[in-house]
């Protein structure tokens, strides 16, 4: 078993709709949770990071983090079709981050 | 700023060959890590260079070295190039080092290396 497991879609969506991205952890020493955003042919964008179960917030994005089951969500808010690119989660604590495969998203017109 | 860069954008080699990657950090930051990106995967950790050493390392050969330079820029090496080292290596630089660098790390784009 994988430490991070991530979808990896692709995954389609209308203009407008609500997007959920998932991941799951197997280890739990893991403390701080991160989404980038990496458009093709580009390096990951940070987005989001947090340290604490419960939901974090930013404009469109949501982050949720649920350590009892070891699962992260972010959640985009009526998503563009500038939102199509791959996201990933990455986790890390006193090690070195580990990153999920990423989840392709295609929001179309 | 011009945020992270990294240099040559391609690179093709052949097995048994040796490459060197460069990095420059964004202005202010003094961390450098890096990351190996297969295709369809997430990044794997190298290491990380602060202070012109090696702080940490990923679960990578001693094929793979590296170097800081004074100005923070960076190098990253491959010696005896396998099949299975094309990817992408991703250069990131952060402000502090250790634990709390890889939530506050910037990417560069990449380069893309292609070994035949």
């Known amino acids: 078993q994988k430490e991070v497991e991530q979808d990896p879609g692709p995954l389609s969506v209308p203009e407008g709709a609500i997007v959920s991205l998932n991941c799951t952890y197997s280890n739990s020493a893991f403390q701080y949770f991160m989404w980038y955003r990496q458009y093709s042919r580009k390096g990951p964008e940070l987005l989001m990071y947090t340290y604490s179960s419960g939901n974090k917030e930013d404009g469109r994005f949501t982050a949720q983090v649920d350590k009892s089951s070891k699962y992260i969500s972010l959640f985009i808010r009526d998503s563009q079709p500038s939102d199509s690119a791959t996201y990933l989660c990455?986790?890390?604590?006193?090690?070195?981050?580990?990153f999920g495969r990423g989840t392709s998203l295609i929001v179309h017109p | 700023d011009a945020g992270v860069t990294q240099s040559p954008t391609h690179l093709i080699k052949t097995r048994g060959q040796q490459v060197t990657l460069r990095c420059s950090p964004k202005s202010g930051h003094d961390t450098v890590s890096w990351y190996q990106q297969a295709l369809g995967q997430g990044p794997q950790f190298i290491f990380q260079?602060?202070?012109?050493?090696?702080?940490q390392r990923g679960n990578f050969p001693d094929r793979f070295s590296g170097h800081q330079f004074p100005n923070y820029s960076s190098e990253l090496n491959v010696n005896a190039l396998l099949l299975g080292d094309s990817a992408l290596y991703l250069c990131?630089?952060?402000?502090?080092?250790?634990?709390?660098?890889?939530?506050?790390?910037?990417f560069g784009p990449g380069t893309r290396l292609t070994v035949l």
């Open positions: 260079y602060y202070e012109e050493e090696e702080r």
């Open positions: 990131a630089s952060s402000p502090t080092s250790g634990f709390s660098s890889y939530n506050e790390q910037f």
């Open positions: 990455a986790l890390g604590g006193s090690y070195i981050p580990t």
